[in-house]
């Protein structure tokens, strides 16, 4: 029995690897932001409480900075999370909105969950501003924020199990369930958000470099951000073995018999272990500021995410070939004009970004305090 709903008879309009590419890329992205996100909340709303506790000016000023800026860290978010959820939607379609249907209830609620985080962030970042205690805001905002990335890892991980779905809609036909049983989605979420408070570390470190803020803040954030990347990265590939020895076996032998994702995840394993040194060499060296370490982790922690990203492309793509799903078998009917302008509309507005991301770098600022 086919265990997938029926294919769409309209074939693909590009080729799958041109899907796969642009899903990959923006996925990263995607992911960047989150662990910048992620971390950042989660720094910022330990430091405002420790802060305040101790009267530490370097703390509360650290913490308002990073406060300051989750806004726009939650609007990357959301707005990188959009491609990589269209290209997923055309390659997998079959497997994602099954398993959207079945957890219904909470997929639609992350709308919602999205709406309430992205408030209370504008408050926190408010009351920073004017000097009021928000770190208990910032402890609502992550848990509204953790439990995202929990339904995001259930829905990530029920996609792979169809022979799990019928049973399970049966049981819960209005969608209010989620993955539980799986072996895989708790190793998988702490992977995810463990590896959040190492790339929020590269974050801490670049907004270290600003010379707008207070010097001791600075230095805090560049020491902390350093031993953050390095502590957190060495737990990540901690995690990495949780979540490969959670794969159902028949998965881990496919992915052990493929040279491509071998290499994906030697590759990946070595750029963790660049970040673990960068980390510390940044630490120990927080006393001066250097844009080259400070690019060199931002560089790293990227390519690092990627290879992640492509690793566990290879998770899904052997987990659904168990069950006859092979996403490389689809119908394929180019039309290659809407390619190329849907190529230049892409390249154009990726370019707008790194423009108005460079503009914002360069800006002149104002001097920040928060204590
Ligand atoms: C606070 C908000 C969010 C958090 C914390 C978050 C976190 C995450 C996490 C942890 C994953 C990985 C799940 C896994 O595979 O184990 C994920 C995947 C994903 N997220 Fe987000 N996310 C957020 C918002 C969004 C939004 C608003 C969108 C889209 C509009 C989005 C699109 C995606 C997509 C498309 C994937 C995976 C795609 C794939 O596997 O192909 N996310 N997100």
Same mark, same amino acid.
């Given at each position: 029995? #086919?265990?997938? =709903?029926?294919? #769409? ?15 990959? $890329? ?27 506790? %101790?009267?530490?000016?370097? %703390?509360?000023?650290?913490?308002? /900075? ?5 806004? &726009? ?9 959009? =491609? =990589? ?9 079959? *497997? ?20 309430? +985080? ?8 408010? %009351? ?48 209010? @369930?989620?993955?539980? #049983?799986? =072996? ?9 958000? !463990? ?27 560049? %020491? ?5 990347? /390095? ?6 590939? /901690?995690? +990495? ?5 959670? @794969?159902?076996?028949? &998965? ?6 493929? $040279?491509?994702?071998?290499?994906? +995840?030697?590759?990946?394993? *070595? ?14 060296? $927080? *006393? ?5 370490? +400070? ?9 690092? !995410? ?10 899904? #793509? ?54």
């Amino acid at each position: 029995m #086919d265990l997938f =709903p029926a294919v #769409d008879p309209i074939p693909l309009p590009a080729p799958v690897w041109l899907f796969k590419v642009l899903h990959s $890329a923006t996925l990263a992205l995607h992911f960047t932001a989150v662990h910048l996100l992620v971390g950042g909340l989660a720094m910022a709303a330990f430091w405002a409480l420790v802060g305040r506790m %101790r009267g530490d000016e370097a %703390r509360l000023n650290a913490s308002g /900075a990073l406060a300051y800026r989750l806004p &726009v860290a939650m609007a990357y978010v959301i707005n990188l999370g959009v =491609p =990589p959820l269209l290209f997923a939607q055309v390659l997998y379609g079959r *497997a994602l909105y099954t398993s959207s249907v079945i957890i219904g209830l909470y997929w639609i609620s992350v709308v919602f969950l999205v709406i309430a +985080a992205y408030f209370v962030l504008y408050m926190m970042a408010k %009351r920073a501003e004017n000097g009021v205690a928000y770190g208990w805001l910032g402890l609502i905002a992550l848990a509204i924020v953790l439990k995202v990335a929990v339904i995001y890892t259930n829905n990530m991980t029920l996609m792979l199990r169809p022979d799990a779905w019928i049973e399970m809609y049966r049981n819960n036909p209005v969608g209010g @369930q989620l993955n539980g #049983d799986d =072996p895989t989605v708790l190793p998988r979420w702490l992977f995810m958000m !463990i590896g959040s408070l190492g790339v929020a570390g590269v974050g801490l470190i670049l907004l270290g470099m600003k010379t707008r803020l207070p010097a001791s803040a600075t230095l805090l954030l560049r %020491r902390r951000g350093g031993l953050a990347l /390095a502590a957190f990265t060495l737990l990540q590939v /901690a995690l +990495a073995w949780r979540v490969l020895a959670a @794969q159902p076996e028949s &998965v881990r032998t496919a992915l052990a018999g493929h $040279a491509f994702y071998r290499l994906v +995840a030697l590759l990946w394993l *070595a750029t963790a272990v660049l970040l673990v040194a960068l980390g510390l060499f940044a630490a120990v060296r $927080a *006393a001066k500021r250097s844009w080259l370490s +400070a690019t060199l982790c931002g560089a790293a922690a990227f390519v690092n !995410i990627l290879l992640m990203v492509l690793f566990r492309d290879g998770i899904r #793509d052997m987990a659904l070939l168990q069950f006859g799903y092979d996403v490389w078998a689809r119908e394929i009917n180019t039309n290659w004009a809407i390619v190329m302008l849907f190529l230049a509309l892409f390249v154009g507005a990726a370019g707008l970004v790194a423009w108005m991301a460079a503009v914002t770098a360069r800006a002149k600022g104002v001097d920040e305090t928060y204590a």
